[in-house]
């Protein structure tokens, strides 16, 4: 799931399997339902050079890498396509930051065989397998958008939600998931004090003082957690990983799009109304999950948050749209996971292959019961549908999730190095020890460069 995703995720997928494992997710019927992979021609891959195709057969048995979360979509798809020859392989590789797929391929293209034909990653994995390994290597990842996945197809994912898969013109995965920053908030809390719901940053910002003032204690957001820069910092359109040309990152934390969001923050942790601490770190469940009256993050935080973590009763929590800034028309929010589905280009039946990710991440039987909210749209509805995913809220969470997933900001770019090492091992540490964010962007953005440099980008900084 970031978890996705959040991305590059907590990092983001880790943070939502982990609160997932205390949940119990029933498993709906699923039924047939699948695309048709066309590999008569050869296309363009992202090296320049024509993807050539391996020799196909077809009704050959492909083999499948899947996390655990993900394996029973994938037997699933087994049960509703009993012809379909699947060798299923359990693996624990898509955590963004793992690179043992990347070591994997490497092994794979020196010997020439051995590749998986379908794999489950997080986006930070498309970023090499869209590229060849080494001279003369077909990329791993096959390029969808071309003779394998219906355009109509593809133009039905969430607004933006492709643009982590797309490399020199091609797509090169399918979304699993997203998890597209809103605004939650404990409608109960909020109905009792006659608080109303904010809008933007600077009435988000004037609740926070106000709450801090009124009910001590109380919190409405927190920036401790490896991902809490995704929900803020995305959300506010900072260029922190901004991809300008394929080998130029721009991260520039000077730019007013960064420094008010880290001026509103810094006002808020100063009135104690946005707490460091994480809301994952040990022990704030216990001593203060009941205190959290609003919270600016992901779409799974209604479930695996509040509900999972600190056990919130059922019909108090609520979910708004993206704060905007005053003044401005644009809706932008952030996203802290969200897993992709790869086809290998070495596949030697792309038809088979390309209709399990296919149905994986477009159908309505197999999406309405996943654990966190389709990139589909389509297929988001039918989540959404699931009395599963909407009963314990206090509201319709539909139209908020539904227009977030369409505003998450598509210049936080997707980058061979997770976006959480330099917020974790420079930000968290300077906020533990009492500094300011506003006086913490120079050296974050120092590292962020540090981190791209090492993997080979030029770093601009306006």
């Known amino acids: 799931m970031r978890s996705s995703g959040s991305p590059r995720a907590a990092r983001r997928r880790a943070v939502v399997r982990t609160a997932a494992a205390a949940v119990s997710l029933a498993t709906a019927a699923l039924l047939a339902g699948c695309a048709s992979a066309d590999t008569s021609t050869q296309s363009s891959s992202s090296s320049g050079a024509a993807f050539e195709p391996a020799q196909q057969k077809d009704g050959s048995e492909i083999t499948v890498w899947a996390d655990s979360t993900r394996l029973p979509a994938v037997q699933a798809y087994q049960k509703a ?128 003082k106000k709450v801090a003032q009124e009910h001590p204690g109380y919190l409405v957001g927190s920036v401790g957690d490896t991902n809490s820069h995704e929900s803020y910092f995305w959300s506010g359109q900072c260029p922190a990983f901004d991809l300008v040309k394929p080998d130029t990152l721009r991260t520039d934390l000077q730019d007013p799009h960064c420094t008010r969001t880290a001026k509103l923050l810094d006002g808020l942790i100063d009135a104690k109304a946005v707490t460091t601490k994480g809301f994952f770190s040990q022990g704030f469940a216990k001593d203060s999950g009941n205190k959290v009256l609003m919270a600016y993050g992901p779409s799974w935080y209604g479930q695996y948050l509040f509900k999972a973590a600190f056990k919130t009763p059922a019909k108090q929590i609520a979910a708004a749209p993206p704060l905007t800034w005053q003044g401005e028309a644009t809706v932008a929010t952030g996203n802290v996971g969200g897993g992709v589905w790869m086809v290998s280009s070495h596949s030697a039946d792309l038809k088979a292959s390309t209709d399990l990710v296919t149905w994986l991440t477009t159908s309505d039987a197999n999406q309405a019961s996943a654990p966190t909210y389709p990139a589909y749209t389509k297929a988001a509805q039918a989540w959404l549908a699931n009395p599963a995913n909407s009963d314990y809220f206090a509201n319709d969470v539909g139209p908020a999730f539904q227009k977030a997933a369409d505003a998450v900001w598509t210049d ?51």
């Open 412 to 462: 936080w770019s997707n980058t061979r190095f997770s976006d959480s090492t330099a917020w974790s091992s420079v930000v968290l540490p300077a906020l533990t020890a009492g500094k300011s964010l506003t006086a913490t962007l120079p050296a974050w953005q120092q590292e962020i460069g540090n981190e791209a440099k090492a993997q080979g980008y030029k770093v601009a900084t306006k």
């Open 81 to 208: 396509h009993p012809d379909a020859k699947l060798k299923i392989v359990t693996y624990d590789g898509g955590a963004d930051g793992s690179t043992y797929l990347q070591s994997k391929v490497q092994l794979f293209d020196r010997t020439g065989s051995g590749w998986p034909d379908v794999v489950f990653g997080s986006p930070t994995d498309v970023t090499w397998a869209s590229q060849p390994t080494k001279s003369g290597a077909q990329p791993f990842a096959a390029p969808l958008d071309d003779k394998l996945v219906g355009q109509s197809t593809l133009d039905g994912f969430a607004k933006g939600s492709l643009t982590p898969c797309q490399f020199n013109g091609h797509t090169y995965c399918l979304r699993n998931d997203i998890a597209q920053v809103v605004l939650w908030y404990n409608k109960s809390l909020m109905d009792k004090w006659g608080y109303q719901v904010p809008t933007t940053w600077e009435q988000y910002e004037a609740l926070g």
